[in-house]
């Protein structure tokens, strides 16, 4: 995992430097034992060498559909709020396994660095990679998830880049001088879009 962000910093690097310019510092042990003693499960160890390795950043588009790593005070504070979320949830919405939000579940991935309507979150329990939308479109339990562990992403992002003919998932571009996938694309902006070649 460590080898396959490094291949994505070092691309970001050099072909899209207002990308790279965002990029925030590996978070430091207290930053990430902040997070552990928010959540009510034990991070996998997977996840903690991600948020030391990446830190997180503040520009779209670093990684597959335009997500980025989210900053370790924003996981503690959607964390904490999608739990009190579930205090109130119906029961009945939870036996037809559609829950709000579950205790195992971290999230990690935001396609919005604000917001934090979209979501890829962790299963501490798989270490898979599942979507989530406060609209309750994608999550778990649906056809649509994203059945990625941390490493089989990062490494798919980091191909995407290297070798874009055969990105399958999502292809990457460019908008001056910052990474952003074809799914990411806004209104207004396909014409700036200039896809990324080998």
């Not at 996840?47 to 597959?64: A, D, H, M, P």
């Not at 649906?142 to 399958?168: F, H, I, N, Q, R």
Request: with cysteine; hydrophobic share 40%.
């Amino acid at each position: 995992m460590v080898e396959a962000w490094q291949r994505i910093e070092a691309w970001v690097q050099e072909h899209a430097p207002a990308s790279y310019a965002a990029l925030l510092p590996e978070a430091g042990a207290g930053e990430v034992e902040a997070v552990q003693d928010a959540v009510r499960v034990q991070v996998p160890e997977a996840l903690t060498t991600l948020w030391r390795t990446i830190g997180g950043n503040t520009l779209r588009g670093v990684f597959l559909g335009n997500y980025d790593v989210i900053p370790l005070d924003r996981v503690a504070d959607f964390y904490r709020n999608r739990m009190v979320d579930c205090e109130g949830e119906e029961i009945s919405a939870a036996e037809e396994g559609h829950p709000l939000w579950k205790p195992e579940w971290i999230p990690v991935f935001s396609n919005h660095r604000t917001s934090q309507a979209f979501v890829l979150y962790l299963d501490a329990t798989s270490g898979l990679l599942y979507k989530w939308s406060r609209y309750g479109e994608n999550n778990y339990g649906t056809d649509t998830e994203e059945l990625d562990s941390l490493c089989s992403y990062l490494e798919e992002a980091a191909d995407s880049l290297e070798y874009p003919a055969v990105a399958t998932r999502d292809k990457p571009g460019l908008i001056d001088g910052v990474l952003v996938w074809q799914s990411g694309i806004e209104p207004g902006q396909a014409d700036q879009w200039e896809p990324v070649t080998d």
